[in-house]
């Protein structure tokens, strides 16, 4: 068989192998981690990925996918494949691992890293060697961002208790919390935990539960959309309690006399624990020694802080989780990466505890005010990712820019700690700052670093006496380098060339390089045949290049050939060597570097509080204590609203809660303001109580200890949950916790189903509150509320809307936005719709059905009494009402004589001076003796129907207009008595924006003596 035949078959079963490797790598790992998972398989010096697609055209792994995400070129080899399959084939450069992984890992995949290991007899085999994943894929965290890994636990108990553990693997930091969730068993909810994952959001999470859990519920219970979720069934040995302590202790290695749980802060919590491990195994996992050398656990205290109910941080935009702007992005970025990180977990952190409230609200003052900003800037800035740095250290992975970084970064700490003495942000760090800069100088060399930087293979940068291998790595670097110069010196001057003639020009490849000018080449040449035997046994050669020359020879190869081992020599002993004076850096420092960490995100996070105070606008809030939260404030803005490029004036508003009026109801026509004034107040408190400044011209709170919102969104939709449903699980969930310390915050309570119930539910809801003594706010449309007594009857509840005026001249809405007491008109919609132009026909239809829903008959249809022809039914006298209406005989019909025809006084008995129109109701109250109904008087302003004052407040609990509407008439009916109806009817639309009066509405108003 000739040679190329026998070639390519054993390239085919070669690929068939790869193709087979490939499939099965694929296959094992997404039984573990779900569909999307890719395979990077190393071969020589490229990562490769082997795609099949069956007859049916099916594929059966994501190689293709992958690589069309990529972009790259795909090979397609029909028929070639295992079982003759089709193949797809493509590949990327080794060097570019992480960059192309990265862009998997980001989106939410897995990548399995599969190496060649080249075994002692230099026999290759490939094997997995890392899993990169979104929680652990650390050489793709921005420096920006947090990069969180976290797990949780639960119990079997319904509804379950929780363990929960997050670790930032970049900085080493870890958190951890347990809890008890609330609910019942096939509906149950955790507000702890739903808050844990905003401060420490998760990229990937590993759950594991003793019960068989439903991934969508939990996304929605924990608010973690997109991250992906791992359900772990088993954890088999570390079910043992001594092997669990023995397992945390070979990774954490404390150096404590506390015994391991305690100094682990897990001393009576087993699901903190096991969550803990479950974390741990899972980061070693995929990559090996990722989870050693982590710092001390920190327990997460919610109790500290203000309890976030319903998610409120997202429904009220406070932080970003989408692409919409939210209040976190109005703040001026930190300087460092520390603060950039911690922004978010700040914001998500507000303060329930008074003084320390003051404290950062000092800070912000003083750092407004102090003329060493630009000071402080600059200090800041030169300062780099001191957390990442001590996780590099602790992991032995230490680099030379991290040394320059790192004593760059403590020198301007030091700097700046000094600067701030005396000042609310001092915190007395010098001392620290300056053993730690000495300790790390006694292992670590500053100027061998800086030249490591620019020649990271020839030099290392530890100290000699703690790195005699590396030394001598370093110095036999050295040697080659300089023997090459003693080389190139003589080479010089035996061809007679100049110094600048002749030069090592280096490259990826060689440090030996040499080139000449066409000059120097030329002298070299004739140097050369003039002397047959100079430089004869190192085959020198002269190659012409466009502008120069290359000269080669034998004994530069050989110089590059001596370094390239004498750097292998560094690498391997610097790798060795380092570990130790990290170890011994480590453990003489470490206590310390929290404490550092913490205090330079504080500094820089209380200037970007005072910058963006400053840029937006906002003032000081005045924080008080006492035992029942309150909050007023003068000129609200909200922030978000504001920003905004608009040339329309920003209508500001105050607010008092707590301490005469304990809540609000709010209403409003369409988009006249009421759920952005609304979502302004909860605004307001959290950036008061995380220590920033406010978008107000003054503010005084009482600081609350739960804030509970329930606002339109589509959130929890994604759950399979139905928007009723989802709302009726919030409410629940704030009226077990409301007490006096809550501030709880609706928009459309109740608009996912029918009217009654819905009125019945809020009006329940509000009697509620108002039992715990909770402050609240609730943007509503339910005017019915009102004809309920329980609800307007209690003490310190008002009612306001949001002024918006109809002009029927203009046929336009004119949005005043200004905060009025009362409800305002309760039939606006279609004013709205009118004033939009919506088609004139449908308006005309619309306006009908109104009429139909609300029982009122058009003047032209309305039928006459049987009693007297020439008086219509149209509505009730007494109360308005449309329906079941009668014709009642004031002088009554028993008393008539003359056959029934006339009365006592000889009038006649049906003249409709002697009839009134009433409804069902109203007669019957007359019959039982709850109203008197007497005759028609002339009056200054005209016909006036006389009632007492007990009739007179029957008569308005059942008209169309409310209590405070008709107070608001009768102010400007005073100020305009000799004004007629119809100029009547524009002047009080104007005044007070009711936009559904009408002429009739007037004159009835004034007939029976409404607004006398």
Known sequence: MPKQVLLYIYEMVQSIEFYKQYQNAYLKYTELYGKQVCVFLKKGS?????????????QLNTAKQVMEIFGIVIHIYPNEGPDGSTGYFGGVPEYTLDKWAGRLTSKGWTVIVIDEIKSPAGKIHREVTRILSPGTHIENAESSTSFFLASVWLNSQEPPKFGVAATDLTTGQVYLYEGQSKGTAFSWHTDDLRHFFQVYPPRELVLYSEKLQDIDILRRNFHIPNAPIHQVSSDGSLDIPLTRENYLRSLFKPKSSLPLREWLHITESSLRERALCR???????????????????????????????????????????SEQTSIEDLFCNPYTAMGKRSLTTYLCSPLTNTKKIQERHQQVEWALQTPLQNEIKSSLSLITDIARLHRNIQRGSVQAIDVVQYIQSYESALYLSKLLVSTPLYNNLEHTLENTLQSFSKYFDIQKAKQAVDQPQDMGFLRDQYAPNTKVAEEACQSIFQKANVWLDSFRKTCNVEDSAVYYKPSETSMFLLHATKSAAKKIESAIKNDINLYKNISLKIKLLTSNARIECTILDQFQVELDSARQSLKRTLASEMPSACIEFSEATRNTWQQVEDWIIQVDLCLCMGRTAQIQGWVKPVIQEGHISSVQIENLRHPLIEIQKTQNKYVTHNISLGTKEHGWLLYGMNASGKS?????????VLLAQVGSYVPATSMILVPFHKIATRILNQDNLWAGLSSFAVEMSE??????????????LGDELCSGTE???????????????????????????????LCLPKVTSLPGLSIWHLHVEYDRVRDILVYHRTLQPGAGSSMYGLEVARALHLPQDMISSALAFRRELIGETPIEETRPSSWNSELIKQLCKICGAFTDLQAHHIQERHEAVQEGTRNI???????PRNLIIVCKSCHKKHHSGDLELSSVEDTSIGPVQSINKEQKIQKQKRFPFTQEQIQAMQSTYTNNKNLHPKLLVFQIIKDHGFTTLEEKHVKQLIKNGHLL
Not at 288 to 294: E, H, I, K, V
Not at 774 to 784: G, K, M, P
Not at 905 to 911: A, N, P
């Open 46 to 58: 490229f990562y490769e990925f082997y795609g099949q697609s069956n007859k049916d055209q099916v």
């Open 279 to 321: 974390l741990l195994r899972f980061a070693e996992d995929h990559v090996q020694n990722l989870a050693s050398c982590l710092q001390a656990p920190r327990l997460w205290h919610p109790s500290e802080t203000l309890q976030i109910i319903n998610n409120a941080l997202t429904q009220l935009n406070f932080i970003k989780t």
């Open 676 to 684: 952005s004034l609304m979502k302004a107040i909860g605004l307001s």
């Open 731 to 744: 409410l629940r969930n704030i009226f077990q916790v409301c007490d006096e310390r809550t501030l709880v």
């Open 755 to 785: 009217s009654i119930s819905a009125t019945a539910i809020v009006a329940a809801g509000i009697e509620w509150l108002h039992k715990c003594n909770s402050r609240f706010v609730l943007a509503t449309h339910l005017h019915d509320l």
């Open 905 to 911: 006084d000889g009038t006649s008995l049906h003249h």
